[in-house]
C-alpha cells in the first residue's frame, strides 16, 4: 500500500507519487504552437498553486505567445485564494491582448472563468467545454454565438 502523507507534507505544485491524500496538484506549461502556449492545471487549486500557475504563464508570456490555452479538465476543486490567483493569471493574460479559452466540462469551474472575465473585462476569451472548442476559439475558425444560434458551425450552410 502507498505511503499516505499528511496535507502539511505534500509536496507542493508537483505530483506526489504514491501519494493518497496529499495531493496538491500540478501545473505544466508548453508550447503546443510557434504562437500557443497549453497550461494544464490538475488538484486542487489553492493559493499555492495559484502562485504557480502565474510563474507558469509569466514564463511564456514573456515570449512571443499570442493564443492562451487553460486547461482545467482535471482540477478538482478549489478554494476563494485560489480563485483569486487564477483571476489575477486571467487579467494578466487579458493585459496582453491575447486571445485565450479555459477548458472545462464543470460548470462551476467555467462559472470561475466567467468571474475571472468579467472581473478583468476580457473579449477574447472564451470558457470551454473542451480542447477542440478551445481550440477552434483560439484558431479564429468558430463563432460561439453563431453556433448557439443556428446550431451549425460558421463554414456550414442552412
Not at 5 to 27: D, N, Q, T
Not at 108 to 131: K, Y
Amino acid at each position: 500500500m502507498p505511503a499516505v502523507l499528511e496535507l502539511s507534507e505534500a509536496p507542493r505544485g508537483r505530483a506526489a507519487k504514491g501519494c493518497i491524500l496529499g495531493f496538491v496538484g500540478e501545473v505544466l506549461g508548453e508550447r503546443t504552437a510557434q504562437d500557443q502556449v497549453l497550461v494544464s492545471v490538475r488538484g486542487h487549486l489553492d493559493e499555492q498553486l495559484g502562485l504557480e500557475l502565474l510563474a507558469v504563464l509569466d514564463a511564456h508570456l514573456a515570449a512571443d505567445v499570442t493564443r492562451v490555452m487553460v486547461d482545467l479538465s482535471e482540477l478538482d476543486s478549489y478554494d476563494i485564494l485560489g480563485r483569486e490567483q487564477l483571476a489575477r493569471a486571467h487579467t494578466r493574460i487579458a493585459a496582453t491582448t491575447r486571445r485565450s479559452a479555459f477548458v472545462s466540462e464543470h460548470s462551476r469551474i467555467r462559472g470561475m472563468v466567467l468571474l475571472a472575465m468579467r472581473e478583468s473585462r476580457d473579449h477574447q476569451c472564451r470558457p470551454t467545454i473542451n480542447r477542440e472548442q478551445a481550440q477552434q476559439w483560439l484558431d479564429g475558425t468558430q463563432s460561439f454565438i453563431e453556433q448557439a444560434a443556428t446550431g451549425m458551425s460558421k463554414d456550414e450552410t442552412l
